[in-house]
T-cell receptor, first 113, second 118 residues
Framework: GNSVTQMEGPVTLSEEAFLTINCTYT??????LFWYVQYPGEGLQLLLK?????DKGSNKGFEATYRKETTSFHLEKGSVQVSDSAVYFC????????????FGKGTHLIIQP | GAVVSQHPSRVICKSGTSVKIECRSL??????MFWYRQFPKQSLMLMAT?????????EQGVEKDKFLINHASLTLSTLTVTSAHPEDSSFYIC??????????????FGAGSRLTVL
């Protein structure tokens, strides 16, 4: 079946540090991959996505590259801010669209001033 | 942008009672809505997919008689947890997808509803 594994948190970093949150997946076919972010008290928001191998999704300084050879979609940001503190979810859709997503457990990111 | 509202955000009920959670798309028509359940430190698990005007499609292992889903209009879907028990305590999250306007072809999530069954 389909599954998503992401690093467990919480991850605590200082402001302006480099961020990597690992995500690997198992899926049949050619899934689309997503990163969602959930700020305290709010719903999940799409952060970025990639629909095919070697695609790079980017938004708000965050990037993730769809690596089919390693079945990974690691989230990176060069310099984090306190406002980036949130829970980040990696997700996939095996059918290529945005329906019926399979999520990872989420990684709680804490950025300290 | 597209907004999805869930109500109530928190609910506490006694074992054996039924609880209804509403999911509303505020500025777009949601042809499809999804209900997820999230246990502490666990993934969001898809429970069911509902299309406006038709019966919901439940994921394997989800009791359709336990979790009643109604999607009677293009802006409202409801999840009713019937005869709730403590093991039903969880965080329930809905998402919606529209076909036009602000919600077109994107998944917009509600903020979630935390159910505690005593």
């Amino acid at each position: 079946g389909n599954s998503v594994t992401q690093m467990e948190g919480p991850v605590t970093l200082s402001e302006e540090a480099f961020l990597t949150i690992n995500c690997t997946y198992t899926a049949t076919g050619y899934p689309s991959l997503f990163w969602y972010v959930q700020y305290p008290g709010e719903g999940l928001q799409l952060l970025l996505k990639a629909t095919k191998a070697d695609d790079k999704g980017s938004n708000k300084g965050f990037e993730a590259t769809y690596r089919k050879e390693t079945t990974s979609f690691h989230l990176e940001k060069g310099s984090v801010q306190v406002s980036d503190s949130a829970v980040y979810f990696c997700a996939l859709n095996p059918g290529g669209g945005a329906d019926g997503l399979t999520f990872g457990k989420g990684t709680h990111l804490i950025i300290q001033p | 942008g597209a907004v999805v509202s869930q109500h109530p955000s928190r609910v506490i009920c006694k074992s054996g009672t039924s609880v209804k959670i509403e999911c509303r798309s505020l500025d777009f028509q949601a042809t499809t809505m999804f209900w997820y359940r999230q246990f502490p430190k666990q993934s969001l698990m898809l429970m069911a997919t509902s299309n406006e005007g038709s019966k919901a499609t439940y994921e394997q292992g989800v009791e359709k008689d336990k979790f009643l889903i109604n999607h009677a209009s293009l802006t409202l879907s409801t999840l009713t947890v019937t005869s709730a028990h403590p093991e039903d305590s969880s965080f329930y999250i809905c998402s919606a997808r529209g076909v036009a306007g602000a919600g077109a072809n994107v998944l917009t999530f509600g903020a979630g509803s935390r159910l505690t069954v005593l």
